[in-house]
């Protein structure tokens, strides 16, 4: 299947750039929309992607394509954190900790935030719906706002509290 390098594809609010290499997904950078357009010509992935992200953003839970993410170049810890991440569902939330024995290493909270602040692959690899235990939490790419966004979108937030499963 051939992906173009770079594609660019927008929701109503949202955007999100695509870089792939060959049919790896390597790096999806997260936005706001602000006013930017679609790739012209979408590869078929990236118009399967979009039309998710559309339906994502009217509140639809969707199912993401299968996507290669090349995740063996990342630490096994990490792999165990993302695999377990992508797990929970759409409208639920797990702490740092939770995530943690969810990937069999109750211990290591804060680790799974550092692999939160570099997931690579945001919203499709969910680490908006990781929540402190005290409240939301940080989130590299947009900030509190995106999160917020997104977890409002998923009937997961309430006047700034998170809803636990």
């Known amino acids: 299947m051939y992906l173009p390098e770079i594609e660019q594809i927008v929701g109503n609010k949202l955007r999100l750039i695509l870089n792939w290499q060959d049919d790896t997904l390597t790096e999806i950078s997260l936005q706001w929309a602000d006013g930017e357009s679609a790739t012209e010509e979408l590869s078929d992935m990236g118009k ?3 039309d998710c992200l559309l339906r994502y953003e009217a509140g639809e839970p969707v199912q993401w394509p299968d996507i290669y993410f090349a995740l ?3 630490t096994p810890f990490g792999q165990k954190v993302l695999t377990a991440l992508m797990q929970v569902p759409y409208g639920k939330t797990v702490t740092y900790g939770e995530l943690a024995a969810l990937a069999g290493s109750p211990n290591a909270a804060r680790g799974v935030g550092q692999v939160m602040a570099r ?6 690899i969910p680490c908006h719906r990781v929540v402190s235990a005290s409240g939301l939490g940080g989130f590299s790419a947009q900030g509190l706002d995106m999160k917020r966004y997104l977890l409002d979108i998923e009937g997961v937030l309430h006047l700034g509290k998170s809803k636990r499963n």
Do not use: T
């Open 48 to 50: 399967q992607l979009q």
């Open 72 to 74: 063996e170049k990342m």
């Open 119 to 124: 997931n690579r692959w945001p919203l499709i």
